[in-house]
């Protein structure tokens, strides 16, 4: 088994970097119709396809990369939810670098990912758990974003859909955890900045990394809490 969770790190690592490449293809545009999604989409791939695969400094989205293929890898046992989870890592590097760079989740990843995830999880026999956490997750973003929509944005609400299907096939526990540490992790960042003199009350700052983070402290937890399952 570590052999495994060694390769997925390389291919980790080897997935960062096309990641990162992608990530410079979404500009701060806000999300248009499907045609310009397409052309993003078409401009990211051929971002991805002249890059070479080799990490570069600062090294942050390569390691991040690894160390998520290789947690996923080591924590999740069934094969249908960990081609789930890999692909959402991979997708995930990009949202992650994009949102950091220019605080948009790009549609042009976020939505096709929905049938992917659905096709990948559909052979687990976990499928209806995972739409319903998904569903669930995704409107309780809906209700805060429609509260306060200048400290959430939609794609947060769509991320927040997918996580909820990635965790929902672990438990619903896990899709909790998820909810409740990505807020954590996003609350704990504000607290950093404030306190460093770099932001104010009403600072805002891009929350889809930390989104993601949650999601990943989840499946960390996964099997050590009750009604969660390292799926398998």
Avoid at 185 to 204: D, I, K, N, Q, S
């Amino acid at each position: 088994m570590s052999l495994v969770v060694l390769a997925a790190a390389v291919l980790g690592l080897i997935a960062g970097a096309y990641a990162r490449a992608a990530a410079g293809g979404f500009g701060p545009e806000p999300d248009a119709p499907r045609e310009s999604r397409r052309g993003e989409m078409r401009t990211a791939l051929a971002a991805a396809a002249r890059t070479v695969p080799l990490p570069r400094p600062p090294y942050a989205v390569e390691g991040a990369t690894a160390l998520a293929a290789a947690l996923v890898t080591w924590r999740v046992h069934d094969g249908w939810v960990l081609a789930a989870w890999l692909y959402a890592v991979a997708a995930g590097a990009v949202l992650a670098e994009v949102d950091r760079r220019t605080w948009r989740l790009p549609d042009a990843i976020t939505l096709p990912s929905y049938p992917i995830l659905l096709a990948l999880l559909a052979p687990s026999g976990r499928l209806l758990p995972a739409v319903a956490s998904g569903c669930a997750l995704g409107a309780v973003y809906a209700v805060l974003w429609f509260v306060r929509p200048t400290g959430l944005g939609l794609g947060d609400v769509k991320l927040a859909g997918l996580i909820g299907l990635l965790t929902g096939a672990l438990g619903v526990q896990a899709t909790v955890v998820a909810g409740m540490a990505g807020q954590v992790l996003g609350a704990l960042y504000a607290v950093g900045l404030l306190l460093a003199r770099r932001a104010t009350r009403t600072t805002e700052f891009p929350f889809g990394p930390f989104m993601l983070a949650g999601a990943l402290v989840a499946v960390a937890l996964a099997g050590a809490l009750p009604g969660a399952s390292p799926g398998g």
